[in-house]
């Protein structure tokens, strides 16, 4: 499961004495976490069927389909993820992509549906009980664009909204 695999790389690397920012995995590893990862949120989310496909392409990135059941990321950019932040920064974007797979609401602007996608992201973090702050440095790091973006808010708006999301999921497990 997602969140065994999660806390086994990151008790690894600690046992290795590694920089949490130099994890060393192959493509198989990185391919079957994420994958478990976007199994955890579609099955919280009720997203069925999930489907996932990963390619080798120029787009780094990843992308969940609108109401749908797709999702599509390059298996080389999910590795440097993972090489550079972590598992916990990679459950992070399954759990976003998944977050978008399930908004099925209308009229909502690119900015609101990330920030949908990121909520549902912090929640499943905190519901899990996985640490935030891969999540941030990710954000802070890789998915800044600050205002000038059109499709994505500025990292520092997003980490509010998986912020309030992680604090619902910790409710949640908590029973609160």
Not at 135 to 154: M, N, V, Y
Request: hydrophobic fraction near 40%.
């Amino acid at each position: 499961m997602c969140v065994e695999r999660v806390a086994w790389a990151s008790r690894l690397a600690d046992h290795r004495g590694m920089n949490t920012s130099r994890y060393a995995v192959g493509w198989t590893e990185t391919s079957a976490l994420f994958r478990e990862c976007l199994a955890v949120a579609a099955d919280d989310l009720h997203v069925s069927p999930l489907r996932y496909y990963e390619h080798l392409g120029r787009e780094e990135n990843a992308g969940g389909e609108l109401c749908g059941t797709l999702v599509i990321a390059n298996l080389r950019w999910l590795r440097e993820t993972l090489r550079r932040f972590g598992p916990g920064a990679l459950a992070f974007i399954a759990f976003h992509e998944v977050g978008h797979v399930a908004d099925c609401s209308n009229g909502r602007d690119a900015w609101e549906r990330e920030m949908l996608a990121d909520w549902q992201a912090g929640r499943l973090l905190g519901l899990l009980g996985q640490d935030i702050a891969p999540a941030f440095t990710w954000l802070l790091t890789e998915a800044d664009c600050g205002s000038r973006c059109t499709t994505h808010p500025p990292a520092t708006t997003r980490m509010g909204v998986v912020k309030e999301g992680y604090y619902r999921g910790v409710v949640q497990r908590l029973g609160w």
